[in-house]
């Protein structure tokens, strides 16, 4: 089984950064696509940021030049560092993995999701 668990959400006033942690525990032999979702309140969830298969990365329009997604492959982690929030950044953030495990089973999935909250 894989887990995906995710840390570094919180409180921060506009205009703050924050940096989220998601780690892939399991027996994984590669990463197809990892990154990042969210879900504001009565939202559907949208992409803020991505790596994909071949290493490329995709970033929502509204997160352009203010988040970074970076990552550890040795240690199956992303990260996201979100600079200059703004109120509109609020909502549950959702790590999400596609990967390889032993003998090429497929998985994909969700981590449980951390909240980010930017006040004005």
């Known amino acids: 089984q894989v887990q995906l668990v995710e840390s570094g959400g919180g409180l921060v006033q506009a205009g703050g950064s924050l940096r989220l942690s998601c780690v892939a525990s399991?027996?994984?032999?590669?990463?197809?696509?990892m990154g990042w979702y969210r879900q504001a309140p009565g939202k559907q969830r949208e992409l803020v940021a991505g790596f994909t298969r071949g290493g490329s990365t995709n970033y929502a329009d509204s997160v352009k030049g203010r988040f970074t997604i970076s990552r550890d492959n040795a240690k199956h982690t992303v990260y996201l560092q979100m600079n200059s929030l703004k109120p509109d950044d609020k909502a549950v953030y959702y790590c999400?993995?596609?990967?390889?495990?032993?003998?090429?089973?497929?998985?994909?999935?969700w981590g449980q999701g951390t909240q980010v909250t930017v006040f004005s």
């Open positions: 399991g027996s994984i032999s590669s990463i197809n696509s």
């Open positions: 999400y993995a596609d990967v390889l495990r032993n003998y090429n089973r497929r998985w994909s999935g």
